[in-house]
């Protein structure tokens, strides 16, 4: 069943930026196929975000919930922001570690990187485990009303299961933190 | 920490389509905070989409590794289709597997569902579970150079650890097909 050319990189003829919005662009590639044929590509470029799974000593996990515009629903997640092009991906983290959890961490370290979308979005995911957690003064951006939950990784595979989390971006990373263990 | 809101729908105030393009559309809703603050929010809009699991009755997945162009690498995935509004998943998960894995699946039964880009994408993600697989001729369309691989779960475990495996929606997907087992 196998077929050559999934490796095969495909060139960039032309490129434009046809759309911009303070959290990503939309950008248009033309682009050539191995088979020599030339088409358009519409995409989301984004400066990659990163995902914080902020680990308790009893071994619990901090998540916030949030409301999701286009789910239409209360949504739970791992603390996660949306980096600028040129953004370093820790300091990033760390931000969205106080800013939507309201917690230092004083152990952050990458455990993985994930594209979320990629067949639409340039986007790459960094994936940092905090540990050695204190609190501090949780301070939501204005567009995010957050509320903190702490739970046991089983409390979360049950969540997932029954579909109540249902974020992709969550359940990529919580499976990249439970590889780790 | 907790504060309220977080589960405080945002009412629509306008909508647009500001762009289109085959696969998508680029959409633009004025919408109003809980604050009464009126603000834009420009997402992208699919019909969802449609990931298969084929099971081989040894216990082996089926999965297909295709150049990401916004990844500039190869990619490898469970099998996986757009859909336009209003298609069926099902009918479109049986499409996929057998135009990019060439299998026909006896039993085919969706396993949970995910959102892989809240924040700037509406999409869901249908997650099936394909079994009772026999070989069929393998169709890819001209875009998606596919090679077919046959991987134990243990491999894509590696594989997800080492970071080779990297797509989002296959990590998501394989999560919510091992919490299952």
Known sequence: MNQPGAG??????????????????????????????????????????????????????????????????PSLEFPRGGMQPG????????KELEEEAGLVAGELQEIGRFAPYNGVSDETSYVFLARRLTETASRPEATEELSVEVHAVASLQALARSGELRDGMTLAALYLYLLRR
């Open 87 to 94: 953004d370093d991906a820790l300091v990033v983290a760390r």
């Open 8 to 73: 095969t990189p495909w060139e960039r003829l032309e490129h434009e930026t046809v759309f911009r919005c303070p959290y990503y662009t939309l950008e248009r590639d033309l682009y050539r196929l191995p088979s020599g044929e030339a088409r358009n590509y519409h995409y989301v470029h984004t400066g990659g975000s990163a995902t914080v799974i902020p680990e308790r000593a009893d071994g619990r996990l901090v998540l916030v919930r949030q409301y999701r515009y286009l789910m239409r629903l």
